[in-house]
């Protein structure tokens, strides 16, 4: 969600995305739309867009002047993973990744 539209539209030039699932976002327009969303609520979801099944929420690691990007993500079977779960499975990961911004170097 930190990408630049200048470098996501060099990564998928292309209006029609390529579909792993009947779920995965299918055009340009529609990731752009859930980035934004995504970069409003702060954490990322993804509802068997990738995987048939499974869930994953994930919490970006901020930090420009890192020479890594990163992210504190959990995947887990959508039926263990309800949507009533996902807030507070995002507070977790908030959690774990202001610890791992505390105990990274520099």
């Known amino acids: 969600s930190e990408l630049p539209a200048e470098r996501l539209r060099q990564l998928y030039p ?32 993804n509802s068997f867009e990738s995987e048939p099944g499974v869930r994953t929420v994930a919490v970006a690691v901020p930090g420009e002047a890192r020479p890594w990007r990163a992210a504190v993500t959990v995947a887990a079977p959508g039926d263990r993973l309800p949507d009533e779960q996902i807030g507070r499975v995002a507070e977790v990961l ?5 610890e791992l911004i505390r105990q990274s170097p520099g």
């Open 14 to 45: 292309d209006q029609e995305l390529r579909r792993l699932t009947p779920h995965s976002l299918a055009t340009l327009d529609d990731l752009e739309k859930d980035l934004e969303f995504t970069r409003r609520r702060g954490y990322a979801v």
């Open 94 to 98: 908030r959690q774990a990744m202001q």
